[in-house]
């Protein structure tokens, strides 16, 4: 039989089953709140015909970040990873050593945001840590301001993370930093300098539409080529497009299933009645 005598298939194969993919697979990754550009419509190819062949179908994601989300990723030393040489951000100090100047978001509690997400829960500011920042950072000199300020200063925590396990993990790791780390501290771990809100600034944006106000609250890290720390840990992978598969696989059964049968009712009637 010729392709052109399965005109419902292709055409479930160029638009139905594509789109039902696309909002299954978007839907899937919308638990993961960080996804951004991962989600939207512009992140997906449809491609139809598959490698030439009018009865194949495939979607893919192409965001840049899409294989880190699906498979994850071991720990790794941030520093000993980046092209530093490569890197347009990347600034030098006169010494000579190169280093990137890292902000932090910190959202606002979840009742005076209007609600939660993973990613808001993860890097949410406790509510008198907020109120300190209400009251510090809105250009007053009282002593009630100063007092807020030196409250952020000292609330949250310094990360501390094991270095040996990290070098084990990470082939990039520099030697030469386990040794000078562990120089430093006195013990193969790392300290932050500054603690979670230590430096938090307020930035207040207005939006042009409707003039209303809001503020963003950030922090800002120095990450330098031969930094002791910065590691990344390991992340084992969100699945999600295994997990699309699962969900639309008897959906797609069913689209296949019925445009076939429309296809060769087709053959049939068009065959039955050349004979009579």
């Given at each position: 039989?010729?392709?052109?005598?399965?005109?419902?298939?292709?055409?479930?194969?160029?638009?139905?089953?594509?789109?039902?993919?696309?909002?299954?697979?978007?839907e899937v990754a919308q638990?993961?709140?960080?996804?951004?550009?991962?989600?939207?419509?512009?992140?997906?190819?449809?491609?139809?015909?598959?490698?030439?062949?009018?009865?194949?179908?495939?979607?893919?994601?192409?965001?840049?970040?899409?294989?880190?989300?699906?498979?994850?990723?071991?720990?790794?030393?941030?520093?000993?990873?980046?092209?530093?040489?490569?890197?347009?951000?990347?600034?030098?100090?006169?010494?000579?050593?190169?280093?990137?100047?890292?902000?932090?978001?910190?959202?606002?509690?979840?009742?005076?945001?209007?609600?939660?997400?993973?990613?808001?829960?993860?890097?949410?500011?406790?509510?008198?840590?907020?109120?300190?920042?209400?009251?510090?950072?809105?250009?007053?000199?009282?002593?009630?301001?100063?007092?807020?300020?030196?409250?952020?200063?000292?609330?949250?925590t310094r990360l501390s993370?094991?270095?040996?396990?990290?070098?084990?993990?990470?082939?990039?790791?520099?030697?030469?930093?386990?040794?000078?780390?562990?120089?430093?501290?006195?013990?193969?771990?790392?300290?932050?300098?500054?603690?979670?809100?230590?430096?938090?600034?307020?930035?207040?944006?207005?939006?042009?539409?409707?003039?209303?106000?809001?503020?963003?609250?950030?922090?800002?890290?120095?990450?330098?080529?031969?930094?002791?720390?910065?590691?990344?840990?390991?992340?084992?992978?969100?699945?999600?497009?295994?997990?699309?598969?699962?969900?639309?696989?008897?959906?797609?059964?069913?689209?296949?299933?019925?445009?076939?049968?429309?296809?060769?009712?087709?053959?049939?009637?068009?065959?039955?009645?050349?004979?009579?």
């Amino acid at each position: 039989m010729a392709l052109e005598e399965f005109p419902h298939l292709k055409a479930a194969l160029a638009g139905p089953i594509p789109d039902l993919i696309v909002a299954e697979w978007s839907e899937v990754a919308q638990e993961h709140s960080a996804t951004g550009f991962y989600r939207s419509n512009l992140a997906f190819s449809r491609m139809y015909p598959y490698r030439g062949n009018e009865l194949a179908a495939a979607v893919a994601n192409t965001a840049p970040y899409a294989k880190v989300l699906e498979d994850g990723h071991g720990g790794y030393h941030l520093p000993s990873h980046i092209k530093w040489g490569e890197s347009a951000r990347a600034k030098t100090t006169k010494d000579g050593r190169r280093y990137l100047t890292i902000p932090f978001r910190h959202f606002t509690p979840g009742a005076a945001a209007g609600g939660l997400s993973t990613r808001r829960m993860a890097a949410m500011m406790p509510q008198d840590v907020y109120r300190d920042a209400l009251t510090a950072l809105r250009g007053e000199r009282t002593k009630r301001a100063q007092a807020a300020l030196g409250r952020l200063a000292q609330a949250g925590t310094r990360l501390s993370r094991p270095y040996g396990h990290h070098a084990r993990t990470d082939a990039r790791f520099p030697p030469a930093l386990l040794q000078r780390a562990i120089k430093q501290e006195g013990k193969p771990g790392y300290t932050w300098r500054s603690r979670t809100y230590e430096g938090l600034r307020r930035y207040e944006q207005r939006n042009p539409l409707t003039g209303s106000k809001s503020s963003t609250y950030l922090t800002f890290r120095t990450l330098t080529e031969d930094s002791v720390g910065w590691y990344i840990p390991p992340h084992p992978g969100y699945q999600f497009a295994a997990r699309t598969v699962e969900r639309v696989r008897e959906q797609l059964r069913t689209i296949v299933a019925e445009a076939a049968r429309e296809d060769v009712v087709n053959l049939v009637t068009i065959h039955l009645g050349g004979r009579q």
